[in-house]
């Protein structure tokens, strides 16, 4: 089993930043694609970004592409999230996935229990 603990949510003003971080816990050494999901109220949860297991490939939601990085410190277990130029959509609350699964095959099996991002404008 992997555990993921999400921090780093908050508000914050339009054109604005935030980090998000993502430290998983457990069995670690099954965990090879990482991401980010978000779900805004009344609408479904959406992927926003993945991570390969060495961090060399990446996967971004058009809607996030250029403003958003997500990375990992995989001697620390932990992926981030760097969001940047926030807009008032991307209000939702945020989701660490994680799991056995390659970067380009999410959701994976494990998910945390999320935390809130939300931009005024």
């Known amino acids: 089993q992997v555990q993921l603990v999400e921090s780093g949510g908050g508000l914050v003003q339009a054109g604005g930043s935030l980090r998000l971080s993502c430290a998983a816990s457990?069995?670690?050494?099954?965990?090879?694609?990482m991401g980010w999901y978000r779900q805004a109220p009344g609408k479904l949860r959406e992927l926003v970004a993945t991570i390969s297991k060495s961090g060399g490939s990446t996967n971004y939601a058009d809607s996030v592409k250029g403003r958003f990085t997500i990375s990992r410190d995989n001697a620390k277990n932990t992926v981030y999230l760097q969001m940047n130029s926030l807009k008032p959509e991307d209000t939702a609350v945020y989701y660490c996935?994680?799991?056995?699964?390659?970067?380009?095959?999410?959701?994976?099996?494990?998910w945390g229990q999320g935390t809130q991002v939300t931009v005024s404008s």
């Open positions: 996935n994680a799991g056995r699964g390659s970067y380009y095959r999410p959701p994976y099996e494990y």
């Open positions: 457990g069995s670690t050494f099954s965990i090879n694609g």
